[in-house]
């Protein structure tokens, strides 16, 4: 290295951190993220401790340094917060699954909310009134509502997505440690629904004495990568999908009729509709390859919310937690106002279950959705319900509306429900020339629902309230419906 350049590095090297690597010190916890870590400052520099909770003192270890913040590891809770409860799971902490089991579920709740508000506050540039009550709707400033909970917030979910790996021969089934590939080898999940443990129990156990090999991430080799269950909770119907890096299925049809047989035996108040392979041959994370066939039964199971009947296929989405969902949906209804004489566009509709909801009470309801499978869904959804007042479209949403536009479609209502990524920004603009009386956004990020709302602010909506609906809990994800209205 030669003169000059150490010069130049010398001049710009940045000041010293105040922490170093490995050092144990004291921090007071002031904030919570959304993965469930503590955030404190020492002497301005962001520590983020997994399991410290705000309004703490902790005793932490240094244990990664980046330029502008770190991570330390708990070491010791000096003054503990009174929402801090002991985690029910005994896997909490090395499981990645949920990040919020120490925090009481009230806490949870209050915490969502204020999230939400810091988000339509910092990215949204929004007037938060903060206030409960919706009569005073009209005046200034949005109201954001307490998040709505559930009274037994555990065994809550309808599906399971569960990696499946190999130890001592057997086959273990689990979700990953965070941050990592390593499976935590579970038979028990509390948020899950007991119907979906039992199912993963059984298939891990015969798959395994089958011997049926796992995938593994680190080789691209074995065979068997994710199980996937879903329980329809008011139709008690079980689908199984596995999925597989190839086509070929060792001893399938062993496998199938020995996962029949055990679904028999022990859970006999449940039927198993539906085994599936999806082939997944890709090197990547994303769980669903593009092919999907039936092993046995048949392609879809079928559930309900409220008196709406779904059918729903391996690969579409489908809310994972029903009690809240029906609570969601009879909501954005209510934010809907509809009177019968509406045109309503569901961007973003899944197996068009919202769009489903609103056609009992709108003139014509329009829903566009990518996922194919997803829509035909819809389709026999509409049919299975005697509904003749829907139309489904597969396509980007952002693609759709310009064209429905052109075609003379004006819609009063826009409904959407997007992925965590928000809203592209094209389809905002459609929706600012549409210009629909009310726009109802279902969000399950608040950081991209803050960022386009500000779009639909700026192109002249206003955003009138917020009602989060807590459809996770114990994780970070926080669910929210708002409703905007036309300012003409
Ligand atoms: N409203 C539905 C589904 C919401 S999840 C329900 O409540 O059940 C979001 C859906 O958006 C998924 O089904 C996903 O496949 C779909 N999607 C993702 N990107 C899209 C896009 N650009 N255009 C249309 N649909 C999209």
Redesign the pocket.
């Given at each position: 290295m030669n003169k000059k350049t150490r010069t130049t590095i010398k001049q710009n090297h940045p000041a010293p951190l105040p922490v170093n690597q490995g050092q144990v010190c004291e921090v007071e916890i002031l904030d919570l993220t959304y993965e469930g870590h503590g955030v404190g400052r020492v002497e301005g520099f962001t520590l983020f401790v997994s399991g410290a909770l705000p309004g703490e003192l902790a005793r932490v270890r240094v244990t990664e340094l980046k330029k502008q913040y770190g991570h330390a590891k708990l070491e010791e809770v000096l003054r503990t917060s009174g929402e801090r409860v002991a985690p029910l799971c005994p896997v909490y902490g090395r499981c990645g699954g949920c990040q919020l089991q120490h925090l009481s579920y009230e806490g949870q709740l209050r915490w969502k909310r204020q999230l939400v508000i810091d988000n339509l506050q910092r990215i949204g540039k929004l007037d938060v009134r903060g206030s409960s009550s919706a009569s005073d709707a009209g005046s200034h400033g949005v109201i954001v509502h307490p998040v709505i909970g559930m009274e037994d917030p555990w065994r809550y979910r309808n599906k399971a997505v569960v990696p499946i790996g190999e130890r001592e021969g057997g086959l273990i089934a689990g979700f990953y440690e965070p941050g990592s590939r390593r499976i935590v080898d579970m038979d028990s999940c509390l948020i899950q629904d007991p119907q979906n443990d039992e199912l993963i129990r059984q298939v891990k156990q015969i798959a395994g004495e089958l011997g049926i090999p796992a995938y593994d991430h680190a080789t691209h080799r074995g065979l068997l990568r994710h199980v996937v269950v879903r329980v329809g909770v008011q139709s008690r119907e079980l689908m199984l999908v596995l999925v597989t890096n190839g086509r070929k299925l060792p001893k399938a049809d062993e496998l199938v009729d020995r996962i029949r047989e055990a679904v028999r035996v022990s859970q006999p108040e449940y039927a198993l509709k539906s085994i599936c392979q999806n082939v997944n041959t890709k090197r990547t994370s994303v769980i669903f390859g593009e092919e999907t066939q039936v092993l046995w039964g048949s392609e879809t199971i079928e559930d309900r919310i409220g008196e709406v009947r779904f059918a729903i296929s391996a690969r579409?989405?489908?809310?994972v937690n029903p009690v809240q969902?029906k609570v969601?949906?009879d909501k954005a209804l209510e934010y809907t106002a509809l009177t019968g004489e509406e045109t309503v566009i569901?961007?973003?509709?899944?197996?068009?279950?919202?769009?489903l909801f609103l056609a009992q009470r709108a003139k014509k309801v329009y829903g566009?959705?990518?996922?194919p499978e997803?829509v035909e869904d819809a389709r026999r959804n509409a049919q299975l319900n005697g509904v003749t007042n829907t139309e489904f479209a597969v396509?980007?949403?952002?693609?759709?509306l310009p064209r429905w536009r052109k075609a003379g479609i004006a819609a009063d209502v826009i409904?959407v429900?997007?992925?965590r990524k928000g809203c592209?920004r094209s389809?905002l603009e459609t929706i600012i020339e549409m210009k629909p009386k009310r726009v109802v956004y279902?969000s399950?990020n608040p950081a991209t629902l803050a960022r386009d709302l500000r779009i639909l602010e700026d192109g002249g909506f206003r955003t009138v309230e917020v009602q989060p609906v807590d459809m996770f809990p114990h994780s970070g994800h926080v669910e929210c419906l708002i409703l905007m209205v036309s300012e003409e």
């Open positions: 579409s989405f489908y809310q969902t969601l949906y569901d961007a973003y509709c899944g197996i068009g279950t919202i769009s566009v959705e990518i996922v997803a396509g980007r949403a952002e693609d759709l409904v429900d997007p992925p592209d389809l279902v399950c």
